[in-house]
């Protein structure tokens, strides 16, 4: 209808003028070996995390500027979709919550950025979110990566489901008292996104997780469709189409930002 269109066009429609402007901006370029890690404890650390010492950068200048481009506009899109008044799809007191998810989430470092107050605009905001990558990638992320992430003054926690042993609930405690004031969850989910979406979502869904169709939820492919087979890709998109039929009364709001060169 004309009110989910003009919704979904407030979502759109920054990501075009964030992609623009970040691409004419300046992007710095290593021309000699390769900065030194990231200082342990920031989320910076984690785009480094994979780095060897003495590598060479061979990443030109051009292909600075496109990831830089596509990390603000995807940023952008999510901030758009977060600003927006939206309503959940059933009585519950979810009005308030959001839903993000990372499909083929790698290393993003999204939800740490937004966590530790790195993301304007994202401020005050309920979110779910939830990552979703192969299990072997997930594991790496919840038992390593993530640590070398936590800022100073903050202890990393994460718990794995046993039920399936590919998926973990995290989470950052202060350290001084062992409290976590962020009312956002974080979650962790090891899935090869080859494999069906129906399972996808079922494990979503599963209580561990508590995935809810019925809240308004914003689902970002960056840089994934590419590395997945024609019919893999072709079945996850049409599942992601399916759920966003605003005909359906059952699921809340649903957008899909999605990068592929």
């Not at 404890?41 to 500027?65: D, F, L, Q, V, Y």
């Not at 959940?88 to 290393?107: E, H, P, T, W």
Request: with cysteine.
């Amino acid at each position: 209808d004309n009110n989910f269109a003009a919704q979904a066009a407030a979502v759109a429609r920054p990501v075009a003028e964030a992609a623009e402007h970040a691409a004419a901006q300046p992007v710095a370029v290593e021309t000699g070996p390769a900065a030194p890690e990231a200082t342990a404890g920031t989320p910076a650390a984690a785009t480094a995390a994979g780095r060897r010492n003495g590598a060479t950068s061979m990443m030109e200048p051009i292909i600075r500027k496109g990831t830089h481009a596509r990390v603000c506009a995807i940023d952008k899109a999510i901030n758009a979709f977060l600003s927006l008044s939206l309503e959940v799809a059933d009585a519950s007191n979810n009005k308030d919550r959001r839903q993000v998810v990372i499909l083929g989430a790698g290393r993003d470092t999204t939800y740490l950025r937004y966590r530790f107050g790195y993301l304007t605009g994202f401020e005050g905001k309920e979110i779910d979110w939830f990552e979703v990558d192969h299990p072997f990638v997930i594991e790496q992320k919840a038992k390593s990566w993530l640590k070398k992430c936590t800022p100073e003054g903050y202890v990393y926690n994460s718990k794995m489901n046993v039920a399936t042993g590919d998926s973990y609930r995290a989470s950052f405690s202060k350290q001084q008292d062992g409290t976590d004031t962020n009312s956002s969850s974080y979650h962790l989910v090891g899935h090869d996104l080859r494999s069906s979406p129906d399972s996808l979502f079922r494990k979503l869904s599963d209580p561990f997780h508590g995935y809810n169709r019925a809240i308004p939820t914003i689902f970002v492919l960056e840089c994934v469709i590419m590395y997945l087979p024609d019919k893999a890709s072709w079945n996850l998109l049409q599942y992601l189409a399916r759920i966003s039929n605003c005909n359906n009364k059952n699921d809340a709001f649903v957008a899909v930002a999605l990068y592929d060169p």
